[in-house]
Every structure is written in structure tokens, then in C-alpha cells.
């Protein structure tokens, strides 16, 4: 391992996104039994909405985390009052004013908008049709809410269709608020995995699909597979960077590769090691008092 590598240095950085830039010890709330961090559901996120997929060109939208939490805080919560009338704090006045969280003009041609959420530790995802105005609710640990959800779950819809009145200015919201139902989706037999289990939702839940259970050993797979996703993504302006530190075995430094047919597509333009190498370092604690031998 090249002990060099320190928990700050930056793994990933996201083409056209300055702001969003993920360290080592970023991409180690990837290793098996971590909680994962914001950092990287964002960048999943960012990724599943630039990466061109027909899903989320055509269907559904990613709203990157944090803007829920930011009126989602206790004080907020207790002094929300549901109803014909409903009294409660809202977002900015300029909220959409800013692409890099939320692309309205995006979301406008969207039929499905995914909100990312983490409050007291746990992630989950609320997913609004825009269209039928319904909001489904898909959490790894509860199959249906108690008072204390029922009261976020409320408040939620309403913000959500005030960020609907935002891109879509014809909208109008529901008086009594949004329906909402708790879909049946993969269930989490432990405390650390929500993360994971959020962004596969967002991966792969669809109204009409049932997604079969996920085995412990599958969601180790899924970490993996997330950590090759932002490691050697295209949007990865660091990937040469971050290849070379990652490998510590001496070899050429990573470049693009020149295609020889120019008519064929490169599925990646870039060289890299083995794949085991890339998992088994990304996943290494970073040592803070690393010393070099002489």
C-alpha cells in the first residue's frame, strides 16, 4: 500500500461540478459495514442524471440530497401545522436559482423526481410522480410510518410540491397535500446498509417492478460496484490521479488511451490496474501517521 495516500487526498472529482469532490476517507464509508456519507450519494445522484441511461433521461430525476434537511430540522417540525390552510417554513425564495442541486428546467421533462434523504443517521427516498401527484416512500427499515413519520411524510409533501410549483410553474398543488404510501421494497437486516439500499432504489425501483430481496453478500457486491462507478467514471476528472495512488505496485502512469479505429467507441479512454486492485485499496483505511521506510 503507498502509505503517501492520507484520508484527505482526493479520489474523485466531478467534471463540471467543482464542488464536488470526494477524499479517501469519502470513498472508504464504502467498505462493508460503513455508513455512507453525502458526499457519495450526491455523487450518485449527479452521476445517474449525466451518464445518459434511458431511466433517467427519459423517466426519472435525481434531486441531490441536503435540500430536504435544510427546512427538515426539529424546530421546523414542531412548529409545522398540516390542513386547508397549512402554516410552515419553506425554501429560499431563490431556491432553482442554483443547478448544481436542482436542474428545474431538467426536472420540468421528468415524470418521476427521486429526493435522497438522511435524518438521525438513516437514508431513505422519497420518490414523487409528478403527473398523478402521489409521493411513494421507499425505506430499507420501515414498511409503514408511525406519528413522529407521519408529521415528516406530510411536511415533506408539501415542500416537494412547492419545488414542483418551481419548475413547473402551471402546477397547482393538492389542497388536503400529497398521498402517501410506503411502497414494498428490499428490507435491510442491519443498521449501516441504508445508504446502499438508497441508491439502488433509485437505481432500479419502478412502480410496476418488485425487487427481489438483497442478501448480505450483495450488497458487499453493490458497495463494490458503486466504488468502480465513481472511481473510474467518465465525469472523474481525477482518474489518473487517483489510479496511481490506488496502486502501489510500480507501473506506467494511467493515460488515455488513443482509439485505433476512430469509428469505434472506447467504452472507458482510460488505462487502468486490475480491478481487485482498485477495490482492495479504495477500501483501505487511510493511515493518518504513515511513515516511510528509509
Not at 459495514?33 to 449527479?46: E, F, G, I, K
Not at 390552510?85 to 425554501?91: H, Q
Not at 415524470?111 to 416512500?137: A, M, Q
Request: contains cysteine; hydrophobic residues 35%; proline residues 5%.
Amino acid at each position: 500500500m503507498n502509505t503517501s495516500l492520507d484520508g484527505h487526498q482526493t479520489l474523485a472529482s466531478y467534471e463540471g461540478r467543482p464542488h464536488l469532490v470526494l477524499s479517501r476517507e469519502d470513498v472508504c464509508t464504502l467498505r462493508s459495514r460503513a455508513w455512507l456519507n453525502n458526499s457519495v450519494v450526491q455523487w450518485m445522484c449527479c452521476s445517474f442524471n449525466d451518464l445518459g441511461l434511458k431511466r433517467f433521461t427519459r423517466d426519472f430525476y435525481c434531486v441531490c440530497p441536503g435540500i430536504l434537511e435544510m427546512v427538515l430540522v426539529p424546530k421546523n417540525l414542531q412548529n409545522y401545522h398540516d390542513g386547508p390552510n397549512p402554516m410552515y417554513v419553506g425554501l429560499g425564495q431563490h431556491f432553482g436559482a442554483d443547478t448544481r442541486y436542482f436542474d428545474k428546467e431538467i426536472a420540468s421533462n421528468r415524470n418521476w423526481w427521486f429526493f435522497p434523504v438522511c435524518i438521525t443517521c438513516h437514508w431513505w427516498v422519497y420518490t414523487f410522480d409528478v403527473s398523478g401527484k402521489r409521493l411513494f416512500v421507499l425505506d430499507s427499515m420501515h414498511s409503514k410510518p408511525d406519528t413522529t413519520r407521519s408529521r415528516l411524510d406530510s411536511y415533506v409533501a408539501r415542500i416537494i410540491e412547492d419545488i414542483a410549483q418551481v419548475a413547473i410553474p402551471t402546477y397547482r398543488p393538492i389542497q388536503k397535500g400529497l398521498l402517501c404510501t410506503y411502497a414494498s421494497v428490499p428490507i435491510q437486516a442491519n443498521r449501516f446498509d441504508c445508504g446502499v439500499y438508497a441508491i439502488k432504489y433509485m437505481e432500479y425501483w419502478n412502480e410496476g417492478r418488485k425487487l427481489d430481496d438483497w442478501q448480505y453478500d450483495i450488497i458487499n457486491l453493490y458497495r463494490l460496484e458503486i466504488i468502480l462507478d465513481i472511481i473510474l467514471s467518465h465525469k472523474n476528472i481525477s482518474i489518473g490521479a487517483a489510479l496511481n495512488a490506488l496502486d502501489s505496485r510500480a507501473r506506467p502512469p494511467v493515460h488515455r488511451n488513443q482509439p485505433r479505429n476512430k469509428r469505434m467507441d472506447v467504452r472507458t479512454p482510460f488505462t487502468a490496474p486490475d480491478t481487485k486492485s482498485i477495490l482492495r485499496r479504495a477500501g483501505e483505511k487511510p493511515k493518518k501517521n504513515s511513515t516511510r521506510r528509509s
